[in-house]
């Protein structure tokens, strides 16, 4: 199934009241995010930024783009761009890489700025090894596949930069899902490698 046909599938889909989970993958909107920390390190480390970026209907905009710095902004900044964020994971899936870890951080750091905790239904992005390249052991880290691409963000830990790479990958999932057998939110959390939710962060 190509993109441009997935793209067409969804356009001609209705909303209705299905849990995401058993939503076709072409009805449902999507949320790439990532953070920004000062180490990997889920005891010790904090969040110093928010990237996410909405893909609807099989595309994504870059002006979509929205962050949010955690440090040296004025309070009110950080709380109108995090609400802002948080109302967009309300209504799509969000998708990242290791969300056990991410929604620990953001956690943290939403409570540390007196502000509600991460919501939604997230899915991990590693899903997206067997799907794409039918291997045995997912690439668990956003770092393992931007070494496969031979890429890499302006710094270590780059959001922006992230949800840009991550929203490609999602596109190719998308693109290949059918063909594999996963029409369903349900399917593809099935489908993906226990390694990811083994790990605790």
């Known amino acids: 199934m190509s993109l441009t046909s997935w793209i067409w599938r969804k356009l001609g889909n209705s909303a209705t009241d ?3 989970g058993a939503q076709l993958l072409a009805g449902l909107d999507f949320l790439l995010l990532d953070i920004e920390v000062t180490g990997t390190d889920a005891t ?4 110093i930024g928010l990237a996410s970026l909405p893909l ?11 962050y949010v ?11 109108t761009g995090y609400q802002a964020c948080l109302e967009r ?3 799509s899936v969000v998708v990242t890489i290791n969300p056990n870890f991410i929604r620990h951080m953001l956690t943290l750091a939403a409570d540390q700025h007196q502000l509600p905790p991460p919501v939604g239904n997230w899915l991990d992005l590693s899903a997206a090894a067997s799907v794409i390249g ?8 956003l770092r393992q596949w931007q070494a496969r691409m031979r890429s890499g963000g302006r710094h270590e830990h780059d959001a922006i930069y992230d ?39």
């Open 44 to 47: 010790q480390d904090t969040v």
């Open 163 to 201: 949800v840009f790479a991550m929203a490609q990958l999602l596109q190719a999932l998308l693109a290949y899902a059918e063909d594999s057998g996963i029409e369903t939110l349900a399917d593809l959390r099935r489908n993906q490698s226990a390694e990811s939710w083994l790990r605790p962060y």
């Open 69 to 79: 710095s955690f440090v040296d902004a004025d309070a009110a900044d950080v709380g």
């Open 56 to 66: 609807v209907d099989g595309a994504f905009h870059p002006g979509d783009l929205r």
């Open 134 to 141: 039918g291997e045995a052991n997912a690439a668990t880290s």
């Open 89 to 91: 994971m309300a209504q």
């Open 18 to 20: 299905e849990s995401p």
